[in-house]
Nanobody
């Protein structure tokens, strides 16, 4: 059994910062790409950032220069450092990972963590 557990969301004022974490646990052989998505009310889920197993990163244009994705391969954990937050960043943030486990490979999702940017 593999699961992703997120933490770090909350309420922050515009211009503030938050750091999200997502840890994978269970019978893991290896973790390939890890991603952060977000979904605002009434909107489709949006890919925010991706980081490969070799730590190559990509971002959606709206967060470039403000968000940084990173990972600790020894801990099977991905992070999202969010700076200069704007009200339009308000959403539920989900982590996603491609994971090889003892029986094969699958795509896993975290439970989601709420980020609210408001004064």
């Amino acid at each position: 059994q593999v699961q992703l557990v997120e933490s770090g969301g909350g309420l922050v004022q515009p211009g503030g910062s938050l750091r999200l974490s997502c840890a994978a646990s269970g019978s893991i052989v290896s973790v390939n790409s890890m991603r952060w998505y977000r979904q605002a009310p009434g909107e489709q889920r949006e890919l925010v950032a991706t980081i490969t197993s070799t730590k190559s990163a990509n971002y959606v244009d709206s967060v470039k220069g403000r968000f940084t994705i990173s990972r600790d391969n020894a801990k099977n954990t991905v992070y999202l450092q969010m700076n200069s937050l704007k009200p339009e960043d308000t959403a539920v943030y989900y982590c996603n990972a491609e994971i090889w486990y003892a029986g094969g490979r699958s795509n896993y999702w975290g439970q989601g963590t709420q980020v609210t940017v408001s004064s």
